[in-house]
């Protein structure tokens, strides 16, 4: 997961900065990858992003698939971080959602607003 905005901004509840000033819309651009396709196209552009092959390895190995994602984020400050966290809704939701969009779909790409 990729923002151009930080991490501040993205972990504000509302769409105002902490002085209550509105702020520009947030995004997320998401990439679903396999570890392979990461090692082999992702890392060979960006090393910072080559420092957390391991950590996101282990995340990977870990994880239960139905209950939880892997995620490594990176944000405009600089935050770089993978982690492990639950999947809401749950799996079952998530892929009649899929369906759902891919179907209405004429591209590869969704768009998920979050604000």
Known sequence: MQSSSTLV??????PK???????????????????????SEVCRDDFELATVQRSLQQAVDEY??????VLLMRFRCGNLSVGITPMIPDVGVCRKLGKDYFAD?????LQLNID
């Open 9 to 14: 901004t993205m972990s504000l509840g509302a």
């Open 17 to 39: 900065d902490i002085d209550g000033r509105p702020t520009p819309t947030r995004s997320v651009l998401l990439h679903y990858l396999t570890m392979g396709e990461f090692t």
């Open 64 to 69: 239960d698939p139905d209950r939880e994602v």
């Open 105 to 109: 779909m004429d591209s590869e790409a």
